[in-house]
């Protein structure tokens, strides 16, 4: 049989009305997002929201009369999956109870529900076949051949011994599965002709499927049986699958068919406001084509309609629309602006002007908004900005950054198309834009604390007393970095850490990253432990690296102490050296360029400053690059613990005899760990291997070689 209400056939329903939706690739390494290196286009915009969580803030135009009912889904189902065994579940339970009121023998009752359900998995099988043959139909690739559409069900017979109505119904869902609709009406309706009494199980299901029938040869028709669904449904008729609801979505459908565009998103927003699962797709689609296709008419018509107006709007401000269509959002607000809205929703029409670069039409829209609303205050800042007004915009903006939504399905970055939930666009990017913009004026510590908050959650608050919670690491966090490891003097950092962060943070939870508090502590050690500070360092390294530090700076002290003899200080200096090739990045990398310790040093992100812009709202100033060369790592390489783990190997070898394997293992070590990033400076490494230890095995191989020999070990046999 037909699967009533099948999710997937009402978004493949959906989708006939419009273009298939676009596709997002999902492509890694997901990077952070980075406000410093914006240039004025990207950080002067506003950001795009969700069409889902727009369409939610527009009320429903009518309480729904009836609520949808959901298939429970499995991590190995679709939802067309889910609902052809949610209805053959359903089907089988009514008609066990059903007969066990008609049939008092227990065998005869077992025999006649076994054949009924070899037959309705058979249909079950054929509904899953056409849902995930549409599926697929739809979610081709152009110029692909198109799947071939399955084979009719077989020949199905149906069981002696049947209630009527499971009889009539059973047989007009096996000639619907026939692609003969005529005969499964007739079925459907010789049910419907039945006494009340001895239809109450599949009234609705009969009407509803007679609806489904008519869709494409009678929508009128269509329409009226998707009436008759909901009258029997108040009647008392059975209706355990939601199809009541359900059939309002077909009705809306129609609406759209026929260009009726603001009933429809009525009718789709009552879907939503029922609870329906498919309600959310449906609408997103129905408001792509209302945009895409509407006439000057109904365009006027939705102008007029407060929920097709609301439902447009934001569709506009949703990334669904793709960002080169800037006439299409032209023309709708052109309609807009012929009515007069509501104050409530004059921030989001200003918001969709101001994308589109209408911003003498946003300023009319928002002198309507409150005064106090969130995206009206962004707005105005973002006007300001335009006009170079930076002292005006910050106070609109920390006023933002105190009242925005903090819920993560609000919006999301303008550069991707789809329902996606990366990258969100909400108080913490005020925060952001704060730090960038008291960065360019030369206000370093209220930078730093404005990017911080930025990064972490309002527990994550630098004035927070807990250390424990957990930041979110694609958040600004390498803005933050830049400015505390290259802009602030190390003084600087030590007492704005000291004065957030006095005391060590304690053990985190093995697998859950540092919160703010910790990282910072970390990235001062780190800092001080470059300038030679260890003691000063040694308080600030997190638990899991204080016995790591702690042996890099014993073997370091051994090493460079002149009361040690030669060999033990060459020992020590040679386990210092492979220590910080191993572990120089925990050790001593920075967080930010050039080294790039927040992305564990497997990507390399650039030079902050060579990316900063030099012009525009969002300029770095001369004093702050100043500052940044000034604080560079030595060597200023990346990578460069491994320079600093070569000179190691380097100091050790001159503690070392020649013609040693030990110190042949040092020169040919420092000379690899640095010859594919500096080959002259390994060079002296090569020519000191050859020199004092050229009777050595790893000297003959470089004698041989004329250059280090390679000291990968060879695969295992």
């Known amino acids: 049989m037909s699967t009533p209400r099948s999710l997937v056939s009402a978004l493949i329903g959906a989708l006939t009305l419009a273009a298939p939706l676009q596709s997002v690739n999902a492509c890694g390494p997901f990077l952070p997002s980075r406000i410093l290196i914006e240039k004025d286009s990207a950080f002067l915009a506003l950001p795009y929201s969700t069409f889902a969580y727009e369409a939610r803030r527009v009320p429903a135009p009518y309480p729904p009369s009836f609520h949808a009912v959901a298939p429970p889904v499995s991590d190995s189902d679709t939802l067309g999956s889910a609902q052809a065994k949610q209805t053959e579940a359903i089907d089988l339970d009514e008609l066990g109870k059903a007969l066990e009121i008609m049939q008092p023998d227990p065998v005869q009752r077992q025999k006649i529900l076994a054949e009924y359900t070899a037959v309705r998995q058979a249909l079950t099988v054929h509904a899953q076949q056409m849902v995930a043959w549409k599926e697929q139909l739809w979610s081709g690739i152009p110029d692909e051949k198109p799947p071939s559409q399955p084979a009719p069900a077989p020949t199905l017979a149906v069981p002696e011994g049947l209630p009527g109505e499971f009889a009539d119904y059973l047989r007009g869902a096996i000639a619907y599965r026939q692609n003969q609709p005529e005969a499964a009406r007739q079925a459907w309706q010789a049910l419907l002709q039945r006494p009340a009494d001895q239809r109450r199980n599949r009234s609705t299901w009969a009407a509803y499927m007679i609806g489904r029938s008519y869709l494409t040869e009678n929508p009128a028709e269509a329409r009226r049986w998707f009436q008759q669904t909901r009258e029997l449904t108040k009647e008392g008729h059975a209706d355990r699958l939601g199809l009541a609801a359900a059939s309002l979505s077909w009705d809306a459908q129609i609406d759209l068919q026929q260009e009726q565009y603001a009933p429809a998103l009525e009718a789709f927003r009552a879907q939503l406001e029922a609870g329906d699962p498919s309600a959310p797709t449906s609408l997103l689609l129905a408001a792509r084509r209302t945009v895409g296709k509407a006439n000057p008419e109904a365009r006027a018509a939705c102008a007029k309609n407060p929920t097709a107006r609301r439902l447009v709007t934001a569709y506009l401000l949703s990334a669904s629309l793709l960002k080169d269509s800037p006439d299409t959002n032209s023309v709708w607000l052109d309609?807009?602006?012929?009515?007069?809205?509501?104050?409530?929703?004059?921030?989001?029409?200003?918001?969709?002007?101001?994308?589109?670069?209408?911003?003498?039409?946003?300023?009319?829209?928002?002198?309507?908004?409150?005064?106090?609303?969130?995206?009206?205050?962004?707005?105005?800042?973002?006007?300001?900005?335009?006009?170079?007004?930076?002292?005006?915009?910050?106070?609109?903006?920390?006023?933002?950054?105190?009242?925005?939504?903090?819920?993560?399905?609000?919006?999301?970055?303008?550069?991707?198309?789809?329902?996606?939930?990366?990258?969100?666009?909400?108080?913490?990017?005020?925060?952001?834009?704060?730090?960038?913009?008291?960065?360019?004026?030369?206000?370093?510590?209220?930078?730093?604390?404005?990017?911080?908050?930025?990064?972490?959650?309002?527990?994550?608050?630098?004035?927070?007393?807990?250390?424990?919670?957990?930041?979110?690491?694609?958040?600004?966090?390498?803005?933050?970095?830049?400015?505390?490891?290259?802009?602030?003097?190390?003084?600087?950092?030590?007492?704005?850490?000291?004065?957030?962060?006095?005391?060590?943070?304690?053990?985190?939870?093995?697998?859950?990253?540092?919160?703010?508090?910790?990282?910072?502590?970390?990235?001062?050690?780190?800092?001080?432990?470059?300038?030679?500070?260890?003691?000063?360092?040694?308080?600030?390294?997190?638990?899991?690296?204080?016995?790591?530090?702690?042996?890099?700076?014993?073997?370091?002290?051994?090493?460079?102490?002149?009361?040690?003899?030669?060999?033990?200080?060459?020992?020590?200096?040679?386990?210092?050296?492979?220590?910080?090739?191993?572990?120089?990045?925990?050790?001593?990398?920075t967080e930010s360029d050039p080294d790039w310790a927040s992305e564990d040093g497997s990507f390399d992100l650039g030079t902050t400053t060579a990316d900063r812009p030099k012009e525009g709202v969002n300029r770095a100033a001369p004093d702050e690059l100043r500052r940044a060369a000034s604080n560079r790592p030595t060597p200023d390489r990346r990578f460069h613990y491994r320079f600093r783990a070569a000179d190691l190997a380097w100091k050790a070898a001159q503690l070392m005899p020649d013609q040693s394997d030990q110190t042949a293992l040092a020169l040919a070590s420092g000379g690899n760990w640095i010859k594919n990033h500096d080959p002259k400076g390994a060079d002296r490494f090569y020519k000191a291997l050859v020199q004092r230890c050229g009777k050595t095995r790893l000297g003959k191989q470089a004698s041989a070689k004329h250059w280090l020999p390679d000291l990968t070990p060879p695969p295992a046999k």
């Open 335 to 589: 309609s807009f602006n012929a009515i007069d809205a509501p104050v409530e929703e004059a921030d989001r029409l200003a918001w969709a002007a101001y994308q589109i670069g209408h911003f003498d039409l946003a300023r009319s829209w928002l002198a309507k908004a409150p005064a106090q609303a969130p995206i009206a205050q962004w707005l105005r800042a973002k006007l300001l900005l335009r006009d170079g007004k930076v002292t005006e915009a910050l106070p609109l903006i920390a006023e933002v950054a105190i009242h925005f939504p903090r819920d993560r399905g609000f919006v999301i970055s303008g550069d991707n198309v789809g329902e996606l939930d990366d990258d969100i666009f909400d108080a913490r990017r005020a925060h952001a834009e704060i730090g960038a913009l008291q960065l360019g004026r030369g206000e370093y510590i209220a930078a730093l604390d404005a990017l911080l908050q930025s990064v972490g959650g309002a527990d994550d608050h630098p004035g927070s007393s807990d250390n424990t919670d957990y930041m979110d690491p694609d958040r600004h966090w390498p803005d933050a970095a830049y400015v505390a490891e290259q802009v602030l003097a190390l003084s600087e950092l030590k007492a704005f850490v000291d004065q957030r962060w006095p005391n060590l943070v304690p053990p985190l939870a093995e697998g859950k990253p540092l919160g703010v508090g910790a990282k910072m502590r970390y990235l001062l050690a780190r800092r001080l432990a470059r300038q030679g500070m260890l003691d000063a360092a040694s308080l600030y390294y997190p638990a899991d690296q204080q016995d790591n530090f702690h042996r890099y700076t014993e073997a370091l002290r051994r090493g460079n102490s002149p009361n040690i003899p030669g060999p033990q200080r060459a020992e020590a200096l040679w386990a210092a050296a492979q220590q910080v090739r191993e572990q120089g990045l925990q050790l001593l990398g």
